[in-house]
């Protein structure tokens, strides 16, 4: 695809737009969607997609510029410009809204409005019930502010700033939504670590959380064989080694890209065996079911694992 344009969003956001260098439609996508993004210096990214699913032309995402980059925004900023042609692969959807719900709730922290507003631009598309709930640091540090003004009352936007520096109180806001409402959270950490802390007593199928990063440690402590049924192959996973590394190291070359198990690209089926699950995308049921892993951080209780490899 062909980096068509750059936009300014807010402070330290841009929005960049590809589109296929054949002018054929983009592969169709829904709200909460993301592509991953393959950079010129060999890294994979994964950004959440910013446009209305609606449209068939583009894909638009949000990238904040990190000043503690490890290679991603950095490029994006620096080195990119309009006219070059990368390779984009996707998308895939960890975050997907669920239309059913009788009411909406999302709530975003900074550069976590991103997947949100494409929510946003959906459930108005087809007209059903919603709440936004926004925090930002800095007032210009506030994304798709004047889009967001036109929504009116349904939309409450927290800037830290503005309170002398307070967050804004998660807890009081998941206590006023409606039993039957879906409630959807996007941000940093600590905003989703109160999210989660509020929603506990919640059904787990009317929360959805979507994570930048993971602080859940890999599993590497433990040797292990995994079978790979298709091709009959066994693979010693040596301790320190996650599945990903063990394969790499043999030749073996599976899909992957965050390898923190937030993205979803490196999912496996499992046809026997025990996970040893840590990624942050599988429920606790489907988890429970070890039908399926991300072989980037998850690793194996039993001595031998096979996968649909």
């Not at 800037?159 to 409630?183: C, N, Q, R, W, Y």
Request: some cysteine; charged content about 20%; overall charge neutral.
């Amino acid at each position: 695809m062909r980096l068509t344009a750059i936009h300014y969003a807010a402070d330290s956001i841009n929005l960049f737009e590809f589109r296929p260098v054949n002018g054929s439609p983009v592969a169709a996508f829904e709200a909460g969607a993301h592509i991953d993004v393959h950079l010129p210096n060999g890294l994979v990214r994964q950004y959440s997609l910013v446009n209305s699913q609606d449209e068939r032309h583009r894909y638009v995402v949000g990238v904040k510029r990190d000043p503690n980059s490890r290679g991603g925004s950095s490029y994006l900023y620096e080195r990119l410009s309009v006219g070059t042609v990368l390779k984009v692969g996707g998308p895939r959807n960890n975050f997907r809204l669920h239309e059913s719900a009788a009411h909406t709730v999302l709530l975003a922290g900074g550069i976590g409005v991103t997947p949100i507003w494409s929510m946003v631009q959906r459930l108005e598309r087809i007209g059903h019930s919603w709440e936004l709930h926004y925090a930002t640091r800095r007032r210009s540090e506030t994304a798709f502010a004047e889009e967001l003004a036109r929504c009116g009352d349904r939309v409450h936007i927290h800037v830290d700033d503005e309170f002398g520096g307070a967050v804004m109180d998660i807890g009081a806001i998941v206590a006023k939504v409606p039993s039957t409402a879906h409630l959807y959270c996007c941000g940093p950490a600590p905003m989703l670590a109160s999210f989660e802390a509020a929603t506990r007593s919640r059904p787990r199928g009317q929360v959805h959380v979507e994570r930048f990063s993971s602080s859940t440690p890999v599993a590497s402590s433990a040797g292990y064989l995994v079978e790979l049924a298709r091709s009959g192959k066994v693979v010693a996973i040596a301790p320190g080694q996650t599945i990903l590394e063990g394969l790499r190291a043999h030749g073996i070359n599976v899909p992957s890209s965050c390898e923190q198990g937030v993205c979803g690209s490196c999912e496996t089926k499992v046809v026997s065996g025990i996970p040893d699950h840590r990624d942050m995308i599988l429920s606790e049921e489907e988890k429970a079911s070890h039908r399926t892993m991300m072989i980037c951080c998850s690793g194996s209780k039993s001595d031998v694992l096979v996968l649909d490899l």
